[in-house]
């Protein structure tokens, strides 16, 4: 597997200039080019699915099937749908105006911003990578692209690929850790999107201030999940498992907690025992279908997680440090100050904490920050409601959980502390672009404007 090396701080700084220069040279703007690297991309993922897979096992464990799902499939199916799309995206849109600027031609047309900059985390690290890019090429936005050095097979094997299939003069990739993302923060961009934690989202937002330059931060929070007690346990115990368990819970909308009321906890805690055997039935660590830790930091914290809790482990709680096994673990009775509340878990542990009513759940939701995904899990439209209404969020989704990533017509993005912004489908074509207003006035126009020139007269004032 390719080794990840670091770019030098002056090749950062090289690197950008160089797609400063292809920016301002026009080397992007038309749309058939355009359109040949969406394509290229697109080749790339088809002839090299299987070096992508091996990385990303090698670097999370992840098994190649759910490779396959959840990131894979996405990036191609969007480079498809930017590729059959962009010309009606990147078309100038005519706009109908009063008397006289209707005679003027005028046009909203989106260009692109500048130089594009997208930041990316490692828990989906093609994903939260590629899905921004496509969206930067389409626009005609040259891009700069930093993936984290956390996943670090993943970063070298993308790296190599996409500088082995993409025209240098449109994407490139720069590689490190603080320094080297210090230094690219430090450069001038038409756009930034970020995705990874909100301390670092705010380092990304207070550098982009120095140039004025717009962010979307895509973060994290505490999603939680509302189960009612009219809930259809057989199919939302294995929605709510599998939601969780996929990545080995690292998943920035993964159900971070579960709220309901005491009853529904035993209820639910039967039912995901049972589905546990079903998904599982070899066991958890002998299991192909379920990952591991990113790193022995991040295992460090997991397990510590497990120690601290007061809850009542009820399935799973064991780990392994050789492979960075943590099963995937249920908590019940957590309390609201437990260490399992505190952060987003980031983790395969769901822990369940019970309130008396839907309307408390309402009001524990409300007296945290915004959580970037909500779950609801009722077969009543006026529960759904009730939660919907009382809360926000930047998705919503009733009975069902992880689904929103991929459906692109809608926007992915956070509200408050989960970020600003959102993107995916024709919405990362806007964030790279802006709106152009256009007038393409004529010379034969000028008897609608002589009363507009000096020396102004009453006789003017009138029409
Ligand atoms: P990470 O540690 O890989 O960081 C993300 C990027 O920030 C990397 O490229 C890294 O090099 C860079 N970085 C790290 N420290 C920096 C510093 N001090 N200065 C400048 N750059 C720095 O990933 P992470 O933040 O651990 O990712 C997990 C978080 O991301 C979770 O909170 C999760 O919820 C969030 N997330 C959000 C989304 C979303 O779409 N909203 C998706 C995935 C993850």
């Known amino acids: 597997m390719t080794k990840l090396e670091y770019t030098s701080i002056p090749d950062i700084v090289k690197i950008h200039d160089e797609l400063e220069k292809s920016f301002r040279e026009g080397y992007t703007v038309d749309i058939k080019k355009r359109v040949e690297t969406l394509k290229n991309l697109a080749y790339m993922f088809e002839e090299n699915s299987d070096m992508i897979q091996e990385a990303l096992e090698a670097d999370l464990g992840k098994r190649r099937q759910e490779a396959y799902m959840t990131e894979i499939f996405n990036c191609i199916n969007s480079c498809i749908g930017a590729v059959h799309n962009v010309h009606k995206w990147a078309a100038p849109q005519s706009v109908s105006a009063k008397f006289p600027t209707n005679m003027l031609g005028p046009q909203v047309r989106r260009e692109s911003k500048g130089v594009a900059c997208v930041i990316s985390p490692w828990n989906y690290p093609l994903l939260l990578t590629i899905e921004p890019v496509i969206g930067a090429i389409a626009s005609g936005s040259p891009v700069m692209i930093k993936t984290s050095e956390l996943s670090e097979n993943f970063s070298a094997t993308l790296t190599y690929l996409l500088h082995k299939y993409l025209d240098p003069k449109v994407v490139r990739v720069v590689n490190g850790a603080v320094p080297e993302t210090t230094a690219l923060l430090k450069q001038r961009f038409g756009h930034i999107l970020y995705t990874g934690n909100g301390t670092v989202g705010r380092i990304v ?114 780990s392994d440090a050789s492979d960075r096994f943590v099963a ?115 010379t034969w126009l000028e008897f609608l404007y002589t009363k507009r020139y000096p020396p102004y007269s009453e006789k003017k004032l009138k029409y």
């Not at 895509?218 to 007690?229: I, N, Q, W």
């Not at 996929?246 to 039912?271: F, H, I, K, S, W």
């Not at 397990?303 to 601290?308: I, M, R």
């Not at 959102?422 to 152009?436: C, L, M, P």
Request: hydrophobic fraction near 40%; aromatic fraction near 8%.
């Open 328 to 442: 995937l673990s249920i908590v019940k009775n957590v309390k609201a100050d437990d260490a399992l509340m505190k952060d987003e878990l980031f983790a395969p542990i769901l822990p369940i904490v019970t309130v008396p009513s839907m309307d408390a759940a309402v009001n524990f939701i409300r007296s945290r920050d915004h959580p970037l995904a909500l779950y609801v899990y009722t077969q009543s439209d006026q529960v759904r409601e009730k939660i919907f209404q009382g809360t926000l969020s930047g998705s919503a989704v009733q009975n069902d959980a992880l689904i929103q990533v991929g459906t692109e017509e809608l926007p992915f993005g956070g509200v408050g502390g989960a970020g600003h912004g959102s993107y995916h489908g024709k919405r990362t074509f806007d964030v790279f672009t802006y709106e152009r207003a256009i007038l393409r006035s004529k």
């Open 205 to 318: 937002q207070h550098a982009a201030a120095e140039h004025l330059t717009p962010t979307t931060l895509e973060l994290g929070g505490k999603s939680p999940a509302v189960v009612a007690d009219d809930a259809n346990l057989d199919v939302i115990t294995q929605r709510l498992l599998w939601a969780k368990a996929t990545n080995a819970g690292q998943t920035c909308v993964a159900p971070d907690y579960v709220l309901c009321t005491p009853d529904m906890q035993e209820r639910l805690v039967e039912g995901f025992k049972r589905v546990y055997k079903q998904f599982y039935p070899e066991g958890i660590r002998n299991s192909k279908s379920f990952g591991r830790i990113i790193n022995d930091r991040h295992f460090g914290r997991v397990t510590g997680l497990l120690k601290d809790t007061k809850g009542d482990i009820v399935i799973g709680g064991d």
